[in-house]
């Protein structure tokens, strides 16, 4: 709501615009986002779908990754990311987290490509919570092995590694537009990225029944097509995604100038290489559920993402392959915890957070090495 208020008046004329035009899938205004995002990014195609998972699955499979490929990613990530892949035939595979920045670690993958030489096809780094994974470092592993890259940036709008944006490193990328997204729409939405043309023709092919002429399916294809009237608000919100980031990047640092001396609170850490975009502003402490507790009995709401990792929840326990430790997966996992942030925070709000959680650490004895 906040972020829809914050652009009423441009994003209600972007809806009237479509709702005259009447056309309200994949027309003039989705292949302007697929124009505009391609160019924001820096690559030479974006081809809209239905949402972020299916992002990923399609991009998956132009890609030739289907049954009996082994996919490496992380567990500490939202569930979509394992969902995609088990849903174009593959099998996840599991490696360890660094745990400052909260993405895959380098060496874990190094080794688990040589444990399993040869019976890997492709590596899924996920750019968590707006921090991008070493990609420079990951292009050169998959180059020297011979893998292809398909990079999870649901959570990264804007994220840059070595000043390059994320999602222009792989042979194609994954983009969400939840409504949450830094940049959101006002529903469901997603889009592949790449500079393969030939491997972008081929998700638009599959997002929409396989067809390459119209009601005759080439290949096995999907429903997964952007509509029109979210591709107009996402047209509204890109013009307005480097500011929101600079806000969220604001927030960030003031919390991270007020919580840095807690001895309760490990603060979330940037690399020198990296520009994090905060979709999240996560923490570290041993006393999560008291201070949850604190913030919410003072009307701050926060969130734990991800409470579970991926590879010990019901459905997906015991069945996943991971070749070498998870530690730093599983022990995150105990002690993470969101903070408030958007773009639209007002700086009373931001005050009021930053005096709870200040509020919290006075009145506690706990340090970071308590259990």
């Known amino acids: 709501m906040a972020s829809y208020l914050a652009h009423k008046d441009e994003i209600d004329a972007a809806i009237s615009r479509v709702l005259e035009r009447g ?24 081809v809209g779908v239905a949402n972020g998972t299916d992002a990923l699955e399609l991009a998956l499979r132009a890609c030739d990754v289907g049954v009996g490929d082994r996919v490496l990613t992380v567990s500490h990530t939202a569930v979509a990311t394992v969902a995609a892949i088990e849903a174009c035939g593959a099998t996840p595979v599991f490696v360890d987290i660094e745990p400052d920045s909260f993405t895959i670690d380098i060496g874990c993958l190094a080794a688990t490509i040589q444990k399993l030489s040869g019976q890997v096809k492709a590596i899924v780094p996920v750019h968590l919570y707006g921090h991008p994974a070493r990609m420079s ?21 804007g994220a840059e590694w070595g000043n390059r944006k994320v999602g222009a490193f792989g042979d194609a990328a994954a983009f969400s537009f939840y409504p949450t997204k830094n940049l959101g729409a006002l529903g469901d939405g997603g889009a592949v990225v790449t500079a393969d043309r030939e491997l972008a023709q081929r998700v638009r092919s599959l997002r929409e029944y396989g067809w390459e002429q119209r009601y005759i399916s080439k290949t096995a294809g999907v429903n997964s097509r952007l509509d029109e009237l979210q591709a107009a608000v996402l047209r509204v919100k890109l013009r307005h995604l480097d500011d929101d980031n600079r806000r969220r990047a604001d927030i960030a640092s003031s919390y991270s100038q007020a919580f840095a001396e807690h001895q309760a609170i490990t603060i979330p850490k940037c690399s020198p290489r990296a520009k994090h ?21 003072s009307g701050i709401g926060t969130s734990v993402h991800y409470p579970l990792p ?57 340090t970071r090495g308590s259990s």
């Open 23 to 46: 056309s309200y899938i994949l027309g003039q205004e989705v292949e302007s986002f697929e124009t505009e995002f391609a160019a924001y990014l820096g690559v030479a195609q974006a």
């Open 137 to 157: 470092e990951i292009m050169e592993l998959a180059s020297r092995h011979g893998l292809r890259v398909i990079e999870d940036c649901a959570q990264a709008h």
């Open 277 to 297: 975009v905060y979709h999240q502003y996560v923490i570290r402490t041993p006393a999560r559920e008291s201070l949850q507790k604190f913030l919410y009995e």
């Open 310 to 366: 991926v590879h010990q929840q019901p459905a997906y326990a015991g069945r996943i392959l991971s070749p070498s430790s998870l530690h730093a997966t599983e022990a995150v996992a105990q002690d993470i915890l969101s903070l408030p942030i958007f773009a639209e925070l007002q700086p009373q709000q931001l005050k009021s957070v930053i005096n709870q959680v200040n509020a919290w650490h006075r009145s506690t004895g706990v």
